[in-house]
């Protein structure tokens, strides 16, 4: 596929790509350069912006161009032979990516600043040292970091949701009450009497469970401690109703599967907060805000030829009509007047 890929590119679109500039406009042309424009400054204008939700009508269209990427990724994840390996992968990646997504930023630097550092310079070099885009289309494939990093966490995050899911049946996290009730809805009224039954303990549901010890690992460094029980009956009620027996899990395997869980929520919590650190804030708004300047020059030079192609392809679209047998011998363009 990689191969297929670069030899579609190399043959067939970077030597048509537009490299002098300005371009010959046409009408298509500048509604692309119009639509780059548009998303780079909405991407600085979010960016000044506090944190909020994203909208949820671009979320949806984003959703919407991502979806068959993510069928055909669910589908070979789900087959049995890549299944296991994938496991292995996600679990060795969490593990060994904690110093550099964690412990340090360096993930996010060298995967997401850097790449976009390096095609941004390039990119301003070529627009305004050069006045064409050359070195530019050599430089591209810098983008694959960047899809490797999305991919890396969009991973993980597809891991945690699809362990807890698999998971959160076969066993019961316990806590001790004082850090449980902090979770669960249910909590004590404020004035309670002395003779009210407080218990010592708490089943915390696996999902609530992970979202409460990463945000307590991000705000003091550690976890609460907890109790990890597998769900299952006794073996005579599954023999008395004729019912296949579940899996049973060693106390080693259950305490490794919830401890893999965590680090992914680990990764993809401390992934989120990096983002809205104020010095990375800082550098996405000058790359991006550089890559606005050098597309908004391309139309400002470029769009005087508009005029012309305009008026060309309103005159054919206006004159030109189509001949419903491309193959005859018969000419093949005439004109609305009829004359050939």
Request: charged share 20%.
């Amino acid at each position: 596929m990689i191969m297929l890929l670069g030899f579609i590119w190399l043959r067939f679109i970077r030597p048509r790509l537009p490299k002098e500039i300005p371009f010959n406009l046409s009408l298509l042309g500048f509604f692309i350069l119009l639509y780059l424009c548009g998303i780079y400054l909405y991407i600085v204008i979010s960016l000044f912006r506090k944190s909020k939700p994203m909208n949820p009508i671009l979320k949806e269209m984003i959703g919407c161009i991502y979806l068959p990427l993510e069928a055909l990724d669910h589908y070979l994840k789900d087959l049995s032979y890549i299944n296991k390996a994938y496991k292995r992968c996600i679990v060795f990646l969490a593990f060994n990516l904690h110093y550099f997504i964690v412990s340090t930023n360096l993930f996010y630097y060298i995967f997401e600043i850097l790449p976009r550092i390096l095609l941004v310079t390039v990119l301003f070099t070529d627009i305004f040292g050069h006045h064409e885009l050359y070195f530019i289309y050599k430089f591209l494939l810098l983008g694959a970091f960047i899809l490797f990093s999305k991919y890396v966490k969009y991973s993980f995050k597809y891991a945690k949701e699809h362990f807890i899911k698999s998971f959160q049946e076969e066993v019961n996290i316990i806590m001790a009450y004082e850090y449980a009730i902090q979770v669960m809805e249910d909590q004590p009224p404020e004035d309670e009497d002395e003779d009210d039954y407080i218990p010592e303990t708490m089943v915390v549901p696996l999902a609530i469970f992970m979202e409460f010890q990463t945000t307590t690992f991000i705000n003091q460094q550690n976890y609460y401690p907890y109790v990890t029980v597998q769900t299952r009956c006794d073996d005579s009620y599954y023999t008395k109703r004729n019912l296949v027996q579940p899996r049973k899990f060693t106390s080693e395997e259950i305490d490794t599967r919830v401890k893999n869980i965590l680090q992914l929520s680990l990764l993809i919590a401390y992934y989120d907060l990096t983002q809205t650190n104020h010095n990375v804030k800082i550098l996405r708004v000058l790359i991006f805000f550089n890559y606005l300047i050098c597309w908004l020059y391309i139309l400002l030079m470029s769009f005087p030829s508009l005029f012309y192609a305009s008026y060309w392809e309103l005159w054919i679209i206006c004159n030109i009509q189509d001949i419903e047998d491309p193959f005859s011998l018969t000419t093949l363009i005439t004109n609305n007047e009829g004359n050939y």
